[in-house]
C-alpha cells in the first residue's frame, strides 16, 4: 500500500509565497514522475507542474517563473516553492506520483490534497 501526504498549505497575501509538500510511503519499489495538480470548485483538475525522476522539469504556463518543482529521492518527496502568488492560484493543490510496488506493476498515486488561498 502506498501514500502520498501533501503539507504546507494555508492562507497568504497576494505577492507571497508558500513551500508544498509531498511524502510518499509504503510498499515503493521506484518513483517515476510526481507531479503536483490543483483544482478549483466547477473546474477539472489542472497540471500544475512535473518533475521525472532524473529532475527534468515542465511547468503550466501560468506558473512559469513564479513556481518551482523539485524532489529529494532519498526522502521520496516532492516539494513545490510557490513565489509571487496571486490570488487566481487559490485552490486545492493535489500531489501525484507515478510508482511502481513491483517490476511489473506501475500505478498513479494521489495525494488527499491540500488548500492554498490567497488574498487579494
Known amino acids: 500500500q502506498v501514500q502520498l501526504v501533501e503539507s504546507g498549505g494555508g492562507l497568504v497575501q497576494a505577492g507571497g509565497s508558500l513551500r508544498l509538500s509531498c511524502a510518499a510511503s509504503?510498499?515503493?519499489?521506484?518513483?517515476?514522475?510526481m507531479a503536483w495538480y490543483r483544482q478549483v470548485p466547477g473546474k477539472q483538475r489542472e497540471l500544475v507542474a512535473r518533475?521525472?525522476?532524473?529532475?527534468?522539469?515542465n511547468y503550466a504556463d501560468f506558473v512559469k517563473g513564479r513556481f518551482t518543482i523539485s524532489r529529494d529521492n532519498a526522502k521520496n518527496t516532492v516539494y513545490l516553492q510557490m513565489n509571487s502568488l496571486k490570488s487566481e492560484d487559490t485552490a486545492v493543490y493535489y500531489c501525484?506520483?507515478?510508482?511502481?510496488?513491483?517490476?511489473?506493476?506501475?500505478?498513479?498515486?494521489w495525494g488527499q490534497g491540500t488548500q492554498v488561498t490567497v488574498s487579494s
Open positions: 501525484n506520483a507515478d510508482i511502481r510496488t513491483s517490476w511489473t506493476r506501475l500505478s498513479s498515486y
Open positions: 509504503g510498499s515503493i519499489f521506484s518513483i517515476n514522475d
Open positions: 518533475i521525472s525522476s532524473g529532475g527534468s522539469t
